[in-house]
Antibody, heavy 121, light 106 residues
Framework: EVQLVESGGNLVQPGGSLRLSCAAS????????MAWVRQAPGKGLEWVGH??????????QYAASVRGRFAISRDESKNSMYLQVNSLKTEDTAVYYC????????????WGQGTLVTVSS | DIQMTQSPSSLSASVGDRVTITCRVS??????LVWYQQKPGKAPKLLLY???RLESGVPSRFSGSRSGTEYTLTISSLQPEDFATYYC????????FGGGTKVEVK
């Protein structure tokens, strides 16, 4: 059974940083694209960025709204993905979901339960 | 970037109704589109992929179709558990989502 468990969400002041983690299990982690998708309170879904699979050298892509502030990484040995979020803004307040792609695509077939990041002074 | 225009943003319907939600895409995405269902406080759930292929375990009352750059999600006979918000998303390039459609009780 595929499981994606996020952690690391917290209340942080504007300008601050956090590292979100996603522990994955139940599938071959290196074979699949992995992504972060966020949802601000009462709003829709927004793709944050993704990391490709090992075959595509774990290439990363980011939404324009976070490029230069957020960074996605993976640790194969821990079957985990991370999202380093820096220079946080109030508009980054959202539930952040860890999402698994179907093979080498961003067709997302499994989602974690989400972790809440609140940016406020 | 590919733009996704989803409509309507909300609709009111009754159990047994046929419901149609549309997603207009700004360019050809060759059926690289999925539909999700999201209930309050929960993560989205994949319903259909490749525009019209039903994800395993999803009831057959859900279907998807395409006409040009317009993609449609149809619920043939709305059930009580189908009241939720629905999103389209393309995966042709860096993904983007439609704005969502909230299906409410009439």
């Amino acid at each position: 059974e595929v499981q994606l468990v996020e952690s690391g969400g917290n209340l942080v002041q504007p300008g601050g940083s956090l590292r979100l983690s996603c522990a994955a299990s139940g599938f071959t982690f290196t074979d699949h694209f992995m992504a972060w998708v966020r949802q601000a309170p009462g709003k829709g879904l927004e793709w944050v960025g993704h990391t490709a699979n090992k075959a595509k050298n774990y290439d990363t892509q980011y939404a324009a709204s976070v490029r230069g502030r957020f960074a996605i990484s993976r640790d194969e040995s821990k079957n985990s993905m991370y999202l380093q979020v820096n220079s946080l803004k109030t508009e980054d307040t959202a539930v952040y979901y860890c999402v698994k792609g179907v093979g080498g695509t961003t067709n997302f077939d499994h989602w974690g339960q989400g972790t809440l990041v609140t940016v406020s002074s | 970037d590919i733009q996704m225009t989803q409509s309507p943003s909300s609709l009111s319907a009754s159990v047994g109704d046929r419901v149609t939600i549309t997603c207009r895409v700004s360019q050809d995405i060759s059926n690289a589109l999925v539909w999700y269902q999201q209930k309050p406080g929960k993560a989205p759930k994949l319903l259909l992929y490749a525009a019209s292929r039903l994800e395993s375990g999803v009831p057959s009352r859900f279907s998807g179709s395409r006409s040009g750059t317009e993609y449609t999600l149809t619920i043939s006979s709305l059930q009580p558990e189908d009241f939720a918000t629905y999103y389209c998303q393309h995966y042709y390039s860096n993904p983007s989502f439609g704005g969502g459609t909230k299906v409410e009780v009439k």
